[in-house]
Structures are given as C-alpha cells and as structure tokens.
C-alpha cells in the first residue's frame, strides 16, 4: 500500500515539516540551553549508576538530554575539565584598581612604540641598501671602460 499526500496528517499541512515553537518576545527561535558544571558531573553519575533495562534512556527523556551529551560530558569529567569549571568563583569580576589600568596603559604603550620602532628600523636597513646600490651603480660608470671622444 502506498501513501500519499492525503493520507497524512492534516496538522502541519501535509508537508512533513514541524511547525517552530513561538515563544513571546523570542520571534520564534528558541534558545540554546547551557548545564551548569555540576548538572554535567551530577548527569554522568546518575547515568553510570543506572543498570536497569531502559532506565538509561528514561533518565535521557526525562532530562532532555542527548547521548552525546553524556558521552562528551563524560570524557571532560576524565580530562578535568568538568571539575576545574566547578571549582571556578562565578559573580562579577573584581574591580581594577588604578595602578592596574595605569599598568595596562603603559603596556599598551610600550607595545605601540616597539612595533613603530621596528618598523622604523626596516626602513633604515632598506634606505642602507639603497644607498650601497646606488654607490656600487655610481663606481661602475666612473671606472667603466667607455670613453667618450
């Protein structure tokens, strides 16, 4: 038996396609969710502690989550990563004193002028070489063997 058009479901137009779910104020895109680190750690626990048929899987429906996910969250859990980004302070960041932005201000500085000093140095050495050139071109046509009568 073979189907067609009309015999699927006349929900989303027949197309096969799945309708965006509009949120308010998003224009209909849907953001990017972001786990905390120890949402990672605690996911990869639970999952590894899991050893019933299907319990897995119910965790990853239940949760939303990927394979994938557990699977590279896992292998950052054996890098370190996971538990560096844990231990990590969140908030904002300490305010700079005004020795620290002086300290920046100079560095900038001093980075400007050694990158203009190089600059000016391969100027030199290219005006040095002309100068060689045009005297090796100058000594040539004195000591040549033409003579003019």
């Given at each position: 038996?073979?189907?067609?058009?009309?015999d699927?479901?006349?929900?989303?137009?027949g197309?096969?396609?799945?309708?965006?779910s509009a949120k308010a104020?998003?224009g209909?895109?849907?953001?990017?969710?972001v786990?905390?680190p120890?949402?990672?750690?605690a996911?990869v626990?639970?999952?590894?502690?899991l050893?019933?048929?299907?319990a897995?899987g119910?965790?990853?429906?239940?949760?939303?989550?990927?394979?994938?996910?557990?699977?590279?969250?896992?292998?950052?859990?054996?890098a370190?990563a996971?538990?560096a980004?844990?231990?990590?302070?969140?908030g904002?960041?300490?305010?700079?004193t005004?020795?620290?932005?002086r300290?920046?201000k100079?560095?900038?500085?001093?980075?400007?002028?050694?990158?203009e000093l190089?600059?000016?140095?391969?100027a030199?050495?290219i005006?040095?070489?002309?100068?060689?050139l045009?005297?090796?071109?100058s000594g040539s046509?004195?000591s040549?063997?033409?003579q003019?009568k």
């Open positions: 038996m073979t189907l067609s058009r009309a699927l479901p006349a929900g989303n137009g197309t096969g396609k799945r309708k965006k104020g998003t209909g895109r849907r953001s990017r969710r786990f905390a120890e949402y990672k750690l996911m626990e639970e999952y590894d502690r050893t019933e048929s299907g897995r119910a965790l990853l429906r239940r949760e939303g989550l990927y394979h994938s996910n557990i699977t590279d969250w896992r292998a950052a859990r054996d370190g996971l538990n980004l844990a231990a990590k302070p969140t904002p960041k300490p305010a700079k005004e020795t620290d932005r300290v920046e100079l560095e900038a500085e001093l980075e400007r002028a050694l990158t190089a600059r000016k140095d391969k030199l050495a005006l040095g070489k002309a100068s060689e045009l005297e090796m071109v046509a004195d040549g063997p033409r003019v």
